[in-house]
């Protein structure tokens, strides 16, 4: 059974610039949850999306959003990059939002 | 409010067993997981409990929820130079407010030598 990839693994973006970041869940989960892991902040929650709706928000402003598509996939996109959003973004996917969330390697965006 | 703490490093010798400790302030806590992170990798769910039960065994790995105190342990017996890695407590509440949310502790780095 395949894991949870994330595409791309690395991005190098310009402030400024928008990036837009890609998760496919494990086969049959619907929820994807995505979270920002840096050395100073550690790994914080951004959101969570369950059939095609978000339904939990983390504290990031609104230059974060994402979306999940019909067949659960989900992206989440940054606009206006800052130097502050360089960090490691994690997806994790789980079959309705509890218990076991399994992650995926990760999309290590740096902006300059 | 939501909180996990963790101690930031733990370094043992191959062969001895291992324990990390984690406390998290959040009482209606329904699920407690345990992550290992290796360098430029993702997060691997190594195990979780549930918050009415006290202690988990898995292999190498046993789990001890101590309600009260609000204290969670991660022992790994016979540690081996691929146990080193970032280990991370973390704590959910799940309910139709709050779902696919964790909260992460700080992370434990894993030494182990040789």
């Known amino acids: 059974k395949a894991g949870v990839t994330q595409t791309p693994r690395y991005l190098i973006k310009t402030r400024g610039q928008q990036v837009t970041l890609s998760c496919s869940p494990i086969?049959?989960?619907?929820?994807v949850s995505w979270y920002q892991q840096t050395p100073g902040q550690g790994l914080q929650f951004l959101f969570e999306y369950f059939s095609e709706t978000q339904r939990n928000k983390g504290n990031f402003p609104g230059r974060f959003s994402g979306r999940q598509f019909s067949n659960s996939r989900s992206e989440m996109n940054v606009s206006t990059l800052e130097l502050g959003d360089s960090a490691l973004y994690l997806c994790a996917s789980s079959l309705v939002g509890d218990t076991e969330a399994f992650f995926g390697q990760g999309t290590r965006l740096t902006v300059v | 409010g939501e909180d996990v703490e963790q101690s930031l490093f733990l370094s043992v010798r191959e062969g001895d067993s291992s324990v990390i400790n984690c406390t998290y302030t959040?009482?209606?806590?329904?699920?407690l997981y345990w992550y290992k992170q290796e360098p430029g990798a993702g997060l691997q769910l190594l195990t979780y409990?549930?918050?009415?039960?006290d202690m988990k065994q898995d292999q190498r790995l046993t789990v001890l929820l101590n309600k009260k105190d609000k204290h969670l342990s991660l022992r790994i017996a016979d540690t081996q130079t691929g146990d080193s890695a970032i280990y991370f407590c973390?704590?959910?509440?799940?309910?139709?407010?709050?779902?696919?949310?964790?909260?992460f502790g700080q992370g434990t780095t894993l030494q182990v030598k040789p």
């Open positions: 959040d009482s209606s806590s329904t699920y």
């Open positions: 973390a704590e959910a509440s799940w309910g139709s407010s709050n779902t696919g949310k964790l909260i």
């Open positions: 409990i549930f918050s009415n039960m």
């Open positions: 086969s049959g989960h619907r929820s």
